[in-house]
């Protein structure tokens, strides 16, 4: 095997596995204190990858001011569309509330579209827009940056949800949501919290990501796509796994494109992801057990 | 969707205002299909801004021009529906597609039905010909384009070629004519990756590539595609030339990359008014597209100014009905646009042709022929 190959096809896979796991982690924790796949996930990522731009570059906001500011916009819209747009449709059925999250999904594109442009945004690399070799494999140094705020950012989350009240109040509502508001958790305060804090991380995604992959205003759907994706594997419910997943369609990705064939990327990935469903689903005990039950009466 | 409710109303605004004051002069309605948004929204605006300074600079005499643009978000099934929006509107003499070659392909198959002639952007050799009686495309075909890319393959004598290419229409028949292109001018495909146009990694491709050492590259990539694209390529510091399509080389693509001067070097087979052109009649178009534009054109602003120099001559020579400029289309020969000559017989509804490509580099920011 080549090694140069395989390094050059881990490390960046890795790098883009890393914004699918946020996404990931996203959509877990939102749909456990909330009930609701929030499919409008994609899009913080690619707000705040087109803020954080558009402050730094256009307006001349230093680096780090653009992206606190653009984490500020991703958590304010986050916690609007809990307040504005999820709350008001509470109790109605769970596939109006999603449907709720498409169109605030696509408000949300339309939004980056006006404000911002048609032009995919770029930012400087925060450390420069050189590069580091590993085993002859090239990589961004950006990529770095990258890494380093999803272990910061994944390890937050996991201190935040075993060691603080909140945390142990969002972990009490994705158990049982009655008992914790006998217990006297305050669900609706609690969830608009957890979508602002979804909607800056998500931001913050987008702003280390883009000195990589650049911004543009139709970018949240694959981001988000491929999160859910990384969510599904997941179960919806571990943090973990969906990041495991995230970054697993990353390397899917990357090593289906590199090993068999680019053209055939988007096929592998989705592939597995029927594959693992089928397969979690319990499609081989339960094709067994037809298969027995029909040798066993072959008349019925 | 309100985006596009958006980007429609914002576009039909700027047209509307750009199509000058209000006044007493017959109207010429005309419909235009355009990328707005999406992937190839960057060249569109390109075009628009080529096409606007001919119209600020020559337009129609005599008449209005009024534009309606519906934006088809770089999507085919939105740009057919787009088309027949316009094309069902009687007082819409004819309709440009200011789009890839993907939606504009989706339109050729109506253009029958409606009996509205279309001036169609998109470099596919099959929105040209085989021709439909109501289509004409300007810019040269792929065709041409590899033709003269291959001839500079040849010349350098190079014999291992990388291609990279988009899975959409227009990649694929980039792709295509490469291939057989291979077998003519003897130089072989070492490697052959393509990508889904919204993509954002390219290093497997990249990487791929690099491993295969090829002597040349040719990148079919346009949009954010290139610009990803060529940034991958330079940090993997890839040594081969790189040779991209011109659909790749736009305002965005520099503006992104770093600016002209840090893609010097990069091929590309261009167009004749890429270069700063000197002699002919061009070269008065040349120069007050640029004066208009107030920067040095590139590929689209030029394709922009050519539209509206063929939209000038046509009206000039029909009726202004719709089967009158249909005619008068099919009978332009060799009308001297900054691109090259425009020629469409009943046998070839493209317009500009060979003559209208040469490979040129990236020089201190600037496109000149390539030695």
Redesign the interface.
């Known amino acids: 095997m080549n090694l140069t190959l395989f390094l050059q096809l881990l490390l960046p896979g890795i790098t883009t596995g890393c914004v699918y796991a946020l996404v990931a982690v996203g959509f877990v924790i939102c749909a456990n204190v909330s009930g609701v796949v929030n499919l409008a996930q994609g899009e913080f990522v690619m707000l705040g990858g087109m803020a954080a731009s558009w402050l730094a570059v256009t307006a001349g906001w230093p680096l780090v001011l653009a992206i606190l500011g653009a984490m500020l916009v991703g958590a304010a819209l986050g916690a609007l569309q809990e307040k504005l747009t999820l709350a008001p449709v509470r109790r109605a059925p769970p596939f109006i509330q999603v449907t709720t999250t498409v169109g605030v999904s696509i408000v949300l594109r339309g939004f980056a579209l006006v404000l911002f442009g048609t032009d995919p945004l770029s930012l400087p690399g925060f450390s420069g827009d050189g590069v580091f070799f590993v085993g002859g494999a090239v990589m961004p140094v950006q990529s770095l940056w990258v890494w380093g705020m999803t272990l910061a950012l994944l390890a937050a989350t996991f201190g935040v949800l075993r060691y603080t009240d909140i945390g142990r109040a969002v972990r009490a509502c994705s158990i049982n949501l009655q008992a914790a508001r006998l217990m006297g958790v305050d669900a609706e305060r609690l969830r608009v919290i957890v979508f602002a804090v979804s909607g800056a991380a998500g931001a913050l995604a987008g702003a280390v990501v883009t000195p990589i992959v650049l911004s543009s205003w139709d970018a949240g759907i694959s981001y988000g796509i491929k999160g859910f994706v990384g969510a599904i594997i997941g179960g919806f419910r571990s943090p973990l796994l969906a990041v495991a997943g995230g970054i697993g369609i990353g390397l899917v990705e990357a090593f289906g494109a590199g090993y068999i064939s680019s053209g055939w990327k988007d096929f592998i990935v989705y592939g597995v992801l029927l594959a693992y469903l089928l397969i979690r689903g319990g499609v081989f005990r339960v094709g067994r057990a037809a298969f027995a039950a029909a040798l066993a009466n072959p008349m019925r | 969707?309100?985006?596009?409710?958006?980007?429609v109303a914002?576009a039909a605004m700027l047209g509307v205002a750009l199509a000058g004051p209000a006044s007493a002069q017959e109207e010429f309605h005309v419909g235009v299909v355009a990328s707005?948004?999406?992937?190839f929204?960057?060249p569109t605006?390109d075009t628009f801004d080529g096409f606007y300074a001919w119209e600020k600079t020559r337009g129609l005499p005599g008449k209005k021009l009024v534009l309606t643009i519906l934006d088809d978000e770089t999507n085919p099934v939105n740009s057919a529906n787009a088309f027949r929006k316009l094309a069902s509107d009687p007082t819409i003499k004819l309709i440009i597609q200011n789009t890839n070659s993907s939606s504009a392909m989706a339109t050729k198959s109506f253009a029958s039905e409606y009996k509205v002639p279309i001036i169609s952007g998109g470099g596919l050799d099959a929105l040209g010909f085989p021709p439909n009686p109501w289509m004409f495309k300007v810019a040269p075909s792929s065709t041409d384009s590899l033709h003269a890319l291959s001839e500079y393959i040849k010349k350098k004598g190079y014999k291992r070629v990388a291609h990279i290419y988009g899975?959409d229409a227009y990649g694929q028949n980039e792709h295509a004519i490469i291939e057989k292109f291979a077998a003519e001018y003897g130089f072989t495909l070492v490697a052959e990756?393509?990508?889904?146009i919204?993509?954002?990694?390219f290093?497997?491709?990249w990487?791929?590539i690099?491993?295969a050492n090829p002597d040349i590259v040719y990148s079919s990539a346009s949009?954010?595609s290139a610009?990803?694209s060529f940034k991958t390529y330079k940090?993997?510091?890839i040594k081969a030339p790189l040779a991209a399509t011109a659909a790749g080389v736009g305002g965005?693509f520099f503006?992104?990359v770093g600016g002209p001067k840090a893609a010097d070097g990069m091929l590309s087979p261009s167009q004749r008014g890429t270069f700063a052109v000197t002699t002919g009649p061009a070269a008065e178009y040349y120069a007050t597209l640029q004066k208009s534009l107030g920067h040095t054109p590139i590929y689209f602003n030029v394709f922009g100014y050519d539209v509206g120099l063929i939209l000038e001559a046509i009206v000039k020579n029909s009726d202004g009905t719709r089967q009158g400029l249909r005619d008068a289309l099919e009978k332009l020969k060799d009308l001297p646009c900054i691109n090259g000559p425009v020629t469409y017989t009943p046998q070839n509804h493209t317009g500009n042709d060979y003559r209208a490509v040469a490979m040129g580099v990236l020089k201190d920011g600037v496109m000149v022929p390539a030695e």
Do not use: C, H, W
Not at chain 2, 1 to 7: K, N, S, T, V, W
Not at chain 2, 193 to 196: I, Q, Y
């Open positions: 969707m309100y985006y596009r409710f958006f980007a914002a707005v948004t999406g992937p929204a960057s605006k899975t990756e393509s990508f889904a919204d993509d954002t990694n290093t497997a491709q990487a791929k690099r491993a949009g954010r610009i990803l940090q993997l510091g965005a503006q992104a």
